[in-house]
């Protein structure tokens, strides 16, 4: 039962333009929201989140979207840069237990 | 301000073998979690410590995996015997501390991958 998801396993973007992942979650008991990247061989890094109570939160170039009613967040990267390549990962906090989504890589061609 | 260290860092053992992974968290930090990450999925808590006490096992296979964490520093995450499923990546991560309605934000070590053949 996967609580939190991402449907896109990959996107390709070309450097400059944005780039947009997705993620849904079924548990409206969620109320607060994260992103990580992962490179190869490392662990996954903080990216950017938001609470359920705001709709958007933006840090420099990373933008996070939270639409409640549809359970969709959604995060946008502007301008995409090659060393954005990596893969992302959407996870929601239950019960003080963090749960991931499956990952989309995205690569940023130059 | 140092990571979250793991060793070893890879291990290819076979199955009903033995296996242990250590952990070494950020200073200070009061909680400790273990992930297994299978190719193509997200990250699964297995085990999530505060300070040297148990707050969530729910996850972990507890006939053939356990966990410590002496002294509410570092950790072991033992597999004993290993089967071929148990091939991920087992990350670490710790965070500050577990309370309040703040949600803390986790830091990740690079993993140790196993790999069960």
């Known amino acids: 039962d996967q609580q939190v998801k991402q449907n896109s396993p990959s996107l390709s973007v070309q450097e400059g333009r944005i780039s947009i992942l997705n993620c849904d979650y079924t548990?409206?008991?969620?109320?607060?929201f994260l992103w990580y990247k992962k490179y190869p061989a490392e662990g996954p890094t903080f990216l950017i989140s938001?609470?359920?109570?705001?709709d958007k939160n933006e840090d420099g170039r990373f933008t996070v979207f939270l639409n409640k009613s549809a359970k969709h967040l959604s995060l946008h990267i502007v301008p995409s840069q090659p060393g954005d390549s990596a893969v992302y990962f959407c996870?929601?906090?239950?019960?003080?237990?963090?749960?991931f989504g499956s990952g989309t890589r995205l690569l940023v061609r130059p | 301000e140092a990571g979250v260290a793991q060793s070893p860092r890879y291990k290819i053992i076979e199955k009903r073998q033995s296996v242990a992974f250590w952990c070494n968290p950020i200073s200070g930090h009061a909680t400790l979690y273990w992930y297994q990450q299978i190719l193509g999925q997200g990250p699964k808590l297995l085990i999530q410590f505060q300070n040297n006490g148990v707050v969530d096992d729910s996850q972990l296979p507890k006939d053939r995996f356990s966990a410590e964490r002496l002294k509410g520093v570092d950790s072991t995450l033992k597999i004993q015997p290993a089967k071929l499923e148990d091939s991920a990546v087992y990350l670490c991560?710790?965070?500050?501390?577990?309370?309040?309605?703040?949600?803390?934000?986790?830091?990740f070590g690079p993993g140790t991958r196993l790999l069960v053949l």
């Open positions: 938001i609470s359920s109570i705001k």
């Open positions: 996870a929601a906090y239950s019960s003080y237990k963090l749960i």
């Open positions: 991560a710790s965070s500050l501390n577990l309370a309040g309605p703040l949600q803390e934000t986790q830091y």
């Open positions: 548990n409206s008991m969620f109320d607060y």
